[in-house]
């Protein structure tokens, strides 16, 4: 399956001019999975790639800056007539955070289920699982998630397959599917399984051992970066993380590449990535728009596309979308998102 995160917002606490709060959609095969909903996320995506039909929303933990789009956004699908339904995941205390949102959404015309995860607790959906990771913030629960890609299976031999038998086509995948066929037992033509790919989105967290595990050898680890290590003491104070503390856990973990998000408006993000790759050299700091794809291990490492070569791409291969009708600046920027409501 294609998997890939787009950059709906990357800024932390407050918005910028360029920056919305925190919302990362996960593209999984058919499934769009949005993780937290800061102020105005609705609005990032109708004016980027669309307000899609997302499957799930979860969030990691309570402070507004991740949240407070959500009932706005609930609101306008109801208003469009959404008849699936949805799910939001979250910490203990989403229940009751939910409740006292009502009275902003209001009645749906479709099914909201809401579900309090505990730590380490996962949610198993077709060909992956999304796993709450205990991170270590300010609140009483917070979570990182990990998403797990099903183990696939190894790589057929054809010509061996042929050779006892198996006829090229619809058995070729049959065996693949681990079916036994014309007495040919998957196990004698397929080498062995390989690992599906990792993606961990960190949210708000100072650097804790649950994440390091979480990370370890994945593909994307999508962490935040609040401050440069000038401002460790700052960042001790409010459980966030520096650039530097960043890299040093991704690093440790093995990742293959490592995303910084959750940017103050004190800083450029280029400013935290160069003191991350100090560390770490595997390192982007995402802009509002732009995405990460992340292919299957043999066909290559994960690679960020900014948001105006997307543009650019779509438009010499002649598409029409709203994503490619988003002006740019002159320097080939995005334009300053508009994150207010």
Known sequence: ???????????????????????????????????????????QLTRSIGLLDMECVF???????????????????????RDQPLTVYGPRGLNQ????????????PYE????????????????????????????????????????????????LAEQLGVKPGP????????????????EQVMGPEREGRKIVISGDTEPCEALKIAAHQADLLVHEATFTEEEAARAKETAHSTARQAATLARDAEVRLLALTHISTRYAGGQLRD?????????????????????????????LERWS???????????????????TDADGRQPDPLVHS
């Open 112 to 159: 909201l289920s809401i579900v309090e995860l505990e730590p380490a607790e996962t949610v198993k959906r077709g060909g992956y699982l999304i796993a709450a990771v205990p991170v270590s913030h300010r609140t009483q629960s917070a979570f990182g998630y990990a998403i797990v890609e099903d183990t696939r299976p190894g790589h057929l031999d054809p010509q």
């Open 59 to 81: 969030i990691t933990h309570f402070h507004a800056d991740h949240w407070l789009g959500l009932p706005g956004m609930l609101k306008s699908f109801a208003l469009r007539d």
């Open 97 to 108: 955070l939910m409740a006292e949102m009502r009275i902003v959404y209001g009645r749906l």
């Open 171 to 186: 058995d070729f995948g049959r065996l693949q599917r681990g079916e036994t066929v014309n007495g040919v037992l998957p």
């Open 309 to 327: 070569e997307r543009q650019a791409r779509e438009r010499s291969g002649g598409q029409t979308s709203e994503e490619s009708a988003t002006e």
């Open 1 to 43: 399956m294609d998997v890939s995160l787009f950059f709906a917002g990357t800024g932390g606490s407050v918005p910028s001019a360029r920056r919305g709060l925190p919302a990362i959609l996960a593209r999984l095969g058919g499934d769009r999975i949005l993780f937290d909903c800061g102020e105005g996320t609705q609005r």
């Open 275 to 303: 003191e991350a790759r100090a560390v770490f050299a595997a390192t982007e700091a995402p802009r509002d728009f732009d995405t990460i794809e992340v292919p299957f291990p043999e066909r290559g490492g994960a690679k």
